[in-house]
């Protein structure tokens, strides 16, 4: 008979391989987007969004905006685009100056309008200059000259943004992937941690298989409140590899990424009670109650 952990653990890492194993959280969110199953891109993209992911912010507001997944609310699109103008993302940027323009889930706003769109296409959005220009022939010279002052004294609120994607334009290479996923995980991207500790997981080219440095960096993007993260470090705590077997730490993390949506979570905490005691799983759920993100 095989040891308890190694069938827990097998019974984990299959519901684990239900989507493919590098796909981030965000990805199965856009992939629920593009195949307009929109409800679950929603489900998906809120907690990230609550944890500070401004790519899912910037598209929440849009889908709330366009009623996708949910009745049309200006105010949710318009709270979702301001936390990701706040960072300095250019289309969240563009897309709260339009509703400042009209109205819509704010308070309708000429100088705010021009000030969001004004940093929007500082930061390189096409649409944004000539939407502000546009609008500027309606206001007076102190309004301009108002919205102008805002714009030059705006400051993004730090601990919020998400690294852009690596881009390679046609040089793509393992090497230069993992370079830039190392370099974004290094300064605390809690994605580039996530899609680190998988690559490491797997012995994905150019990186050996390493457990124990697949679990550094799935930790450090859980405790930063990433659940994919955090789920994948539910079932190396199962499994034990890297990282001491610890039933009562994998259900920990099994919990809190389950608290944020994820069904694979879900089932793997329930899989998990069938095999612990009371007194285990209170323990379990105590230290998931009390536990709190740390954002590097």
């Known amino acids: 008979m095989r040891p308890l952990q190694h069938v827990l653990a ?5 519901l684990s391989m239900v989507t493919s194993v590098l796909a981030s959280p965000f990805e199965e969110a856009i992939a ?18 609550e944890s500070g992911n401004v790519r899912a912010q910037s598209l929440l507001g849009f889908m709330y905006e366009g009623g ?43 100088v705010r309008a021009y000030m969001w769109l004004d940093l929007a296409a500082i930061r390189g959005h096409r649409g944004a ?11 007076s010279a ?8 805002l714009a030059r004294e705006w ?5 919020a943004a998400v690294a852009e994607p690596c881009k390679f334009e046609g040089d793509y290479s393992p090497a230069k992937h993992v370079q830039c996923l190392r370099q974004q995980a290094e300064k605390g991207d809690a994605n580039a941690q ?17 457990y124990e440095e697949a679990v ?6 859980a405790n930063q409140g990433f659940a994919g993260a955090q789920f994948k470090l539910a079932t190396m705590y199962w499994a034990g590899k890297g990282v001491k077997q610890d039933a009562i730490q994998a259900h920990m993390w099994a919990n809190l990424a389950a608290a944020q949506g994820m069904k694979m979570a879900e089932g793997a905490r329930m899989i998990a009670e069938e095999h612990m005691t009371s007194a285990q799983i209170l323990q379990a759920q105590k230290m998931a109650r009390e536990w709190k993100p740390k954002p590097e």
């Open 155 to 159: 400051k993004p609120k730090p601990g």
């Open 216 to 221: 550094k960096w799935f930790q450090r993007s």
């Open 142 to 149: 102190a309004q301009i000259a108002d919205a102008q002052r």
């Open 129 to 139: 200059a000539m939407d502000r220009d546009r609008l500027a022939a309606s206001m």
């Open 194 to 210: 996530y899609l680190l500790g998988l690559f490491y997981m797997i012995g994905e080219e150019p990186l050996p298989q390493d």
């Open 32 to 49: 629920a987007y593009n195949r307009e199953d929109y409800a679950i891109a929603l489900e998906l993209l809120r907690p990230l969004a």
């Open 68 to 110: 996708m997944g949910a009745l049309p609310d200006d105010f949710e699109a318009a709270k979702w685009y301001g936390r990701a103008a706040d960072t300095g993302d250019a289309i969240a940027q563009y897309n709260i100056g339009i509703m400042h323009l009209n109205g819509q889930g704010v308070p309708q706003d000429p």
């Open 10 to 14: 097998a019974a984990i890492l299959a």
